[in-house]
């Protein structure tokens, strides 16, 4: 399980450079800083699949995808507040990339974790 975490982290961070290749060159949303939304959602990622294999058990699984998106989600609403005050130009360039990152990382990390809770079941 700990290779499907691994390769799910570097299929989102790929992806996600894509994505960000994509909105610099062909729509001109360029942005400086789109590494370091992509760094901050893998941290995350990495926080979170370490919480995961701390828990063994198939309910907590349920309860943690939860809160770990809550907090994701709140993280994620803070920082781009923080940004937008803080750097008043490109400021949609930059949400573009972070809300791209965001959908990305998260639909890989709940992919993944529906395959831990499946094995888990399976085990039980």
Do not use: P
Not at 28 to 54: D, K, R
């Amino acid at each position: 399980m700990k290779l499907k975490s691994i390769s799910a982290l570097l299929i989102s961070a790929g992806l996600s450079c894509i994505y960000s290749f994509i909105l610099n060159v062909y729509f001109h949303q360029e942005s400086a800083a789109w590494w370091q939304s992509m760094l901050f959602f893998a941290i995350l990622f990495i926080i979170f699949t370490l919480l995961y294999f701390i828990r063994t058990d198939a309910k907590t699984y349920t309860g943690i995808l939860l809160s770990s998106g809550v907090v994701k989600f709140l993280l994620s609403s803070i920082l781009l507040l923080v940004y937008s005050f803080t750097l008043k130009g490109g400021f949609l360039s930059f949400s573009l990339h972070f809300i791209g990152h965001y959908v990305l990382f998260t639909v890989f990390e709940i992919r993944y974790l529906l395959q831990l809770i499946k094995t888990k079941k399976n085990e039980n």
